[in-house]
């Protein structure tokens, strides 16, 4: 039987050669072979990276069929999911992603230069909440960071547990099957050895694990 995959969809500003570390990880350690989603963060509409991404996943001949979004990326494959008829089966998880609204998106969506870096999908996806529970027939895990080193710590006070960019609680959705922080920042999420484990242990099991 063919190799799971997992579609990583980055965030904004990104590329997808940032997660090469973490796809290394996950093929030699589970088997889990990684494919990278590339779309253009700031320029694409979300509705166009989701449909997108719906026609990656369709192409893709693998047995199950795994979701990984790291910040912006977990909106997308929300919005994927919730719009298109996504038949493959699979798991999904969460890096980060602000998924209550972010307040750094809005702290930069109130300047003209900041409105622009958020481009047209952040605009849609981190600006207010973009759910309320996670209602959609797959098991979602989401990992929070704890290690405030980030671009948002410039910008303002959290005031709580952040990954340096996104607040603990703007990662938390209720209906999500598992949910973890780890003393890591906004990028750790995707370079920790130890998230990769985690990672690949709950797209096998549907939890985090030891």
């Known amino acids: ?8 969809v980055h965030g904004l ?12 990880r996950l093929w030699r350690d589970r088997g889990q072979r990684m494919y990278v989603f590339r779309y253009r963060s700031v320029r694409t509409p979300l509705a166009d990276a989701a449909a997108d991404l719906y ?34 089966p699979g798991r999904v998880i969460f890096l980060g992603t602000p998924v209550m609204g972010s307040r ?21 996806a981190l600006l207010t909440a973009q759910a309320q529970r996670w209602d959609l027939p797959r098991e979602l895990g989401i990992i929070a960071g704890t290690l405030p080193l980030g671009f948002g710590q410039l910008l303002l006070n959290f005031g709580e547990a952040n990954d340096g960019t996104v607040a603990v609680s703007e990662t938390r959705l209720p209906g999500a099957a598992a949910y973890m ?7 750790g ?7 990769a484990r985690k990672i690949g242990y709950f797209f096998e099991q549907g939890r985090f694990g030891p």
Do not use: F, K
């Open 13 to 24: 500003w990104m590329v997808g050669a940032e997660a090469w570390p973490l796809g290394r």
């Open 55 to 88: 026609r990656l996943i369709e192409r893709l001949d693998a047995p199950q069929v795994h979701l990984l979004g790291h910040s912006l990326g977990g909106a997308v494959i929300l919005h994927c999911l919730r719009h298109h008829p996504v038949a493959r």
């Open 104 to 124: 750094t998106a809005r702290w930069l969506a109130r300047r003209r230069t900041g409105r622009w870096l958020l481009g047209r999908a952040a605009a849609t």
């Open 189 to 195: 999420l995707l370079w920790s050895a130890a998230v």
């Open 1 to 8: 039987m063919d190799a799971a995959a997992v579609v990583y």
């Open 181 to 187: 922080s780890m003393p890591v920042s906004h990028m």
